[in-house]
């Protein structure tokens, strides 16, 4: 009641606006109605008596000219009526005639004139007209009382601000009437709603559709509304497993989490010493795994390790982590030819330089992507089969799983499907270089939620999008509908989680630099940098070297003064192109310590193998500079981690422009790869860089790096997952009302 009584009182308050606003112009409408009818009478008289008062000028009858002026004062509107010789003589007047009226105050024109004179505090309109006379041409003189024409204007006014009040008024009570009664229809909704989400029927038929809301239940729904926001802004709330887990309770409360990615977090080999437990150095298992430590679920992944088959139980799984396992590895097992054709084949060979533009040629092969089909098929049923429910939530991850989408939506209708394109997504016209465009395309619009790791990647899909396929595109809600199902194309920055558990183990900052001086025989006065990849060509591993050789060329004072440490795991061994990588990175590094080695200690240190997290860790927190020079990249976490490493605030990194993490990491020094001669000079200015400003620096992308976690990367698809699921559990309230009448 007290919500209509505002409205009311707000709604009179616009009317009074509203009259007051439009008074003045009344007014003047009608004073200069009121005006301009005065003069047309004043006119009229003039007209009507013309010619008798010339008559009775040239017969000389004065007393008939007054007979005649004062029997037209007989209208109440004319005050008086007079005549003025051409001397300006007032010769004839009716009784009424002001005595200081002076003919002198009402001059005369050829077509009459009007002025407006005072009379004893009243104003008069006083008309002048010429008139012909024996001895020369006068003038008739017609005074009019403005008073009579102010009382009249301002009943005037009266009327019009009644009669706009009144249409206001209207506008207002019939606005009220549709507001009343949309806001019944709509509050009648949410209290379905919220009967639903508080475990009440769903549809009730015999309740009134538009029963008010009490204030108590209004109070509420806004809270449960308003449950989300802050979590969502990540400005106020510190992302951690903690939030991860809480933000799943509220929103998405028993909901099933599924992970599906290529690459496994765990893999077991035989070894001579046993059975080994590896973690891959991947940047997807780097940001995936601490969410799922965190959300807890099933992550189905390819069991690539030698004795993987032999640490799994009957149904192929193992808890991990296997020190504290908090979630299921559910493995499953491919072919060597199926391996061939969709991982090396299709997936590396294929889509991975089409996505990266490294000027690697892609090649697609027909049997490499009918291999690649059948693996996604295959991974659609394993997840099928791992779902406890037919709503489950499922991340499905990277460019191995491109027809996955659409595979799972056909098994799972009611599923969420939030897959994250881990690379970058190139422009239309590079895209159509593959051959199987559109079936991707369309795999991928399977998904509840596709996920980029820039605006620019989304572009770039809703772009290929646009040109490939028949389907209805919303740029102002970023998604794409196509074969009746509606996909959202967000950009969700990757992350690291924060802090990260391999700085838990560290030691302190001087520790690790002695230990890795003693490892590597690095002098105590020597400057270190360093780069940690997979051998691959997008990373720029070559580039960096040829930039360590201008460096030491253009700036001979750091030669045995500076020494980079290039730890690069071996990866995709099996396909020439990274074979002969990692053979031109050795035969480069081999020639830049020949040429500078000499008697101080070779410049380049190239280690080829895997590196444990904590030791990436460690050669992190020992170096002085971090070059991170990727040709492409979607984002690249080793630029995150360096800075996380880095809790004592000290320490540079270069970043390339084409790594997605530049857009975040600007206190970074930003270069372009492909120039040997700007890259070195970075490294040079990096070296150089005095230690107040490599803080500020630091201090900065830390707090960045703190606060875009990837706790918060999944909680952001998370919550737009949970407002899908919410939407959606509202259309199926409207369908059942409508079933039930």
Not at 190 to 211: K, L, S, V, Y
Not at 612 to 631: G, I, N, T, Y
Not at 689 to 695: G, I, K, T
Request: aromatic content about 8%.
């Amino acid at each position: 009641m007290q919500t209509y009584l505002r409205y009311a009182a707000g709604a009179l308050g616009a009317v009074a606006i509203l009259v007051l606003l439009l008074a003045p112009l009344a007014s003047v409408l009608v004073d200069t109605w009121s005006l301009r009818d005065l003069e047309s009478r004043s006119k009229l008289v003039y007209l009507s008596i013309k010619d008798q008062v010339t008559r009775h000028l040239a017969s000389g009858n004065d007393s008939d000219v007054v007979s005649l002026f004062e029997s037209l004062t007989a209208d109440e509107k004319l005050l008086a009526v007079g005549y003025c010789d051409e001397a300006g003589q007032l010769l004839f007047a009716t009784k009424l005639m002001p005595a200081k009226f002076a003919c002198g105050s009402a001059p005369s024109g050829e077509g009459g004139t009007f002025s407006t004179i005072e009379n004893e505090g009243s104003k008069i309109l006083a008309a002048s007209f010429p008139v012909a006379a024996p001895k020369g041409t006068g003038h008739l003189v017609v005074l009019h009382d403005l008073s009579f024409a102010e009382r009249r204007a301002a009943k005037a006014r009266l009327h019009w601000a009644l009669a706009i009040a009144g249409a206001g008024l209207a506008l207002v009570a019939l606005a009220a009437l549709s507001a009343f009664h949309l806001s019944r229809q709509w509050l009648g909704v949410i209290r379905q709603t919220i009967a639903e989400a508080a475990g009440a029927p769903a549809f009730i038929p015999n309740a009134p559709r538009a029963a008010p809301l009490l204030g108590s239940e209004l109070r509420q729904l806004v809270r449960d509304l308003q449950r989300a926001p802050p979590l969502a802004e990540g400005i106020q709330v510190e992302w951690s497993p903690q939030t991860l887990r809480l933000l799943l309770g509220h929103e998405l409360p028993n909901a099933e989490v599924l992970v599906v990615s290529n690459r496994e977090p765990y893999i077991h080999n035989r070894t001579g010493d046993g059975i080994e437990m590896q973690i891959p150095a991947s940047g997807l298992v780097a940001a995936l795994e601490p969410v799922m430590r965190a959300c807890g679920g099933t992550w189905v992944a390819h069991g690539s390790g030698s004795a993987d088959r032999e640490t799994v139980d009957a149904h192929d799984r193992i808890a991990v982590p296997p020190s504290a396992p908090a979630y299921t590895l559910r493995r499953v097992w491919l072919s060597e030819d199926q391996q061939a054709g969709y991982y090396y084949g299709f997936a590396n060979e294929g889509l991975w330089p089409l996505c990266h533009i490294s000027f690697v040629p892609p090649n697609f092969r027909e049997a490499d992507w009918r291999s690649y089909q059948e693996v996604n098929r295959l991974f659609a049923e394993a997840i099928a089969k791992e779902a406890r429910s037919d709503d489950p939530i499922i991340l499905v991850q990277d460019y191995h799983f491109a027809v996955l989408p659409r595979l799972l939506k056909e098994r799972l209708p009611r599923a969420t499907i939030l897959t994250f394109w881990h690379i970058p997504w190139p422009n239309a016209e590079t895209f159509s270089i593959c051959p199987f465009k559109e079936e991707i395309i369309g795999g991928l619009l399977g998904s509840t939620i596709l996920g980029f790791h820039t605006q620019f990647h989304c572009n770039n899909f809703l772009e290929t999008v646009d040109r490939f396929i028949e389907a209805r595109i919303d740029r102002e809600r970023a998604s794409v509908t196509f074969g009746g199902h509606e996909t959202i194309v967000r950009p969700y920055p990757i992350s690291i989680e924060w802090p990260p558990q391999a700085l838990e183990k560290q030691a302190s900052v001087d520790e690790c630099r002695r230990s890795v001086r003693a490892e590597l025989g690095i002098g105590e006065d020597v400057h270190i940098g360093v780069g940690v990849e997979r051998f691959d060509y997008t990373k720029g591993v070559l580039n960096r070297i040829r930039a360590i050789d201008e460096l030491l060329t253009r700036h001979p004072e750091w030669r045995g003064r500076f020494v980079f440490i290039q730890a690069a795991a071996p990866s995709r061994s099996k396909l020439d192109t990274y074979r002969h990588l990692q053979e031109e990175a050795k035969e480069l590094a081999g020639a830049v310590n020949a040429k500078y080695g000499g008697a101080g200690p070779e410049p380049i240190h190239l280690l080829i193998r895997h590196h444990e997290p904590d030791e990436v860790f460690k050669l992190f927190r020992a170096a002085d500079v971090c070059v991170v020079s990727s040709l492409h990249d979607g984002m690249n976490l080793v630029a995150k981690e360096f800075v996380a490493a880095r809790d004592d605030e000290r320490g540079v990194l270069v970043l390339s422009q084409f790594a997605g993490a530049s857009r975040e990491l600007a206190e970074a020094l930003i270069v372009n790869p492909y120039d040997a001669h700007g890259l070195g000079e970075a490294i040079d200015e990096a070296l150089n860089m005095p230690l107040n400003e490599q803080r500020e620096r630091m201090r900065l992308m830390r707090a960045q790096v703190k606060e875009r976690n990837v706790y918060r990367w999944a909680g952001q698809m998370l919550l737009d997952a949970a407002r899908v699921r919410k939407r959606r559990r509202i259309v199926d309230l409207a369908e059942q009302r409508q079933l039930g009448g």
